[in-house]
């Protein structure tokens, strides 16, 4: 059910960076920052003699915090930039619903943040441009990103137990992709013609 009592949810932010020109074809940034949410959005079950429903609640927080880095070199002939962010997202809950799902199965309401089911701490991204004869434009763009973490399984005897929520990362997901365009004029009409080449490495990710 509804709650006239609740109030908006609410995050604070913080952002400090710098941006350097290093000569004519280098440039650098760096930017730390810093989310802080609380207030947010969960539900709270409630008893009435055999009755029971679902208020909804301001009582879950979250936060998260991260450095991006950017590393640029503009050439004649081959441009580079090079991008990384390291970030942590945690929370006590990874969505508002949660709590309605986790209470009607008996477990009990996490009381710390705990690192959240979609967090990326490493990401890392190439991007390469140059011009090839005749006229054709090649990119070459590549990826990492650390794997979802997760929470570890293991078998006590008969018994299945949980290690600490989310204490285990999956595989990493890598990828490499070409592509390759050229401009062509037919008469008064210019043509762009286009080739991506994905995946050209041929990595299995999970």
Do not use: C
Not at 41 to 68: C, H, M, P, W
Not at 93 to 116: F, H, I
């Amino acid at each position: 059910v509804g709650n006239a009592s609740m109030t908006a949810s609410r995050s604070i932010i913080y952002e400090f960076g710098v941006n350097v020109q290093v000569g004519r074809n280098f440039a650098y940034s760096v930017i730390g920052w810093a989310k802080d949410m609380d207030q947010m959005l969960t539900t709270e079950k409630q008893y009435f003699n055999v009755f029971s429903y679902n208020v909804f609640r301001n009582y879950d927080y979250g936060s998260a915090k991260g450095i991006d880095i950017n590393l640029e070199q503009r050439g004649n002939l081959v441009n580079t930039m090079v991008q990384y962010t390291y970030s942590l997202a945690k929370a006590n809950r990874s969505y508002d619903w949660e709590a309605y799902s986790k209470v009607n199965l008996g477990e009990a309401a996490p009381t710390q943040e705990y690192l959240q089911n979609y967090d990326r701490t490493h990401d890392l991204a190439l991007t390469l441009y140059t011009h090839l004869p005749y006229g054709v434009r090649m990119g070459i763009t590549a990826f990492y990103q650390s794997g979802y973490p997760y929470t570890p399984q293991f078998w006590e005897g008969t018994a299945l137990s949980s290690g600490a929520r989310n204490s285990e990362r999956g595989p990493a997901y890598k990828d490499m992709n070409i592509t390759f365009s050229k401009y062509m004029a037919i008469g008064k009409t210019k043509v762009s013609l286009g080739l991506s080449v994905y995946n050209v490495l041929n990595i299995e990710n999970a």
